[in-house]
């Protein structure tokens, strides 16, 4: 079983709904915790940055941790076909020692039909 | 100006030869890391660099070496290469390995195609 768990998808929404992702996780020690978005033959890019518990509200993006729980959720609000990306959680445990290792998820390929 | 910038993009070679790829990072950051992504999408670390000192070698074969000449560049040469290196390899950086300068900013990634 991997350390942290992603819905492949693919998951197909009309323009303007709500995209709602998520990720489980195993390790306990995790206290960062990342959104990147990942376009076709692009790298990966950073939406949101979370440190532990609590919700962060970015635009359109609302990123959720839920520690005791070990979830981490992603939401898009009034989606837009340029949204259609694959979304990639990450998180860390950030001990110096550790050196700032990112456990990825494998992705979500999200699809937002004008 | 690209961030961080690797070459080359596409990369087909034989199995058996030795290549580099090249990493360049413009943002004055102090750590440096290769990622690969396989077929699944899965990304994995494979190495990072603080201040050009090996932090992290995550179990990886002996045929990846990376080299760090100074703090803005960090190289992935691969000897005797094999069929199952053929993935998309990243390149990132971050200012340091504190919160919160550990973000991490990735380049557009070397498409590597062993045959």
């Known amino acids: 079983q991997k350390e942290v768990e992603q819905d492949p998808g693919p998951l197909s929404v009309p323009e303007g709904a709500i995209v709602s992702l998520n990720c489980t996780y195993s390790?306990?020690?995790?206290?960062?915790f990342m959104w990147y978005r990942q376009y076709s033959r692009k790298g990966p890019e950073l939406l949101m940055y979370?440190?532990?518990?609590g919700n962060k509200e970015d635009g359109r993006f609302t990123a959720q941790v839920d520690k005791s729980s070990k979830y981490i959720s992603l939401f898009i609000r009034d989606s837009q076909p340029s949204d259609s990306a694959t979304y990639l959680c990450?998180?860390?445990?950030?001990?110096?020692?550790?050196?700032?290792?990112?456990?990825f998820g494998g992705g979500t390929r999200v699809l937002v039909k004008p | 100006d690209t961030a961080v910038s690797q070459t080359p993009k596409y990369l087909v070679t034989q199995m058996g030869n030795d290549k580099s790829i090249k990493c360049e990072q413009n943002?004055?950051?102090?750590?440096m890391y290769w990622y690969k992504q396989d077929s699944k999408k899965f990304l994995k670390i494979m190495f990072s660099?603080?201040?050009?000192?090996?932090?992290i070698n995550e179990t990886v074969p002996n045929r990846f070496s990376p080299k760090s000449p100074d703090k803005a560049h960090l190289n992935l040469h691969i000897n005797s290469l094999e069929l199952g290196d053929s993935a998309v390899y990243f390149c990132?950086?971050?200012?340091?390995?504190?919160?919160?300068?550990?973000?991490?900013?990735f380049g557009a990634g070397t498409r590597l195609s062993v045959l």
């Open positions: 990132a950086s971050s200012q340091d390995l504190q919160h919160p300068r550990n973000i991490q900013y």
């Open positions: 390790n306990s020690a995790f206290q960062y």
């Open positions: 943002l004055g950051h102090d750590t």
């Open positions: 990450a998180m860390s445990d950030l001990i110096k020692a550790a050196g700032n290792k990112l456990t």
């Open positions: 979370t440190y532990s518990s």
């Open positions: 660099y603080n201040n050009k000192e090996l932090i």
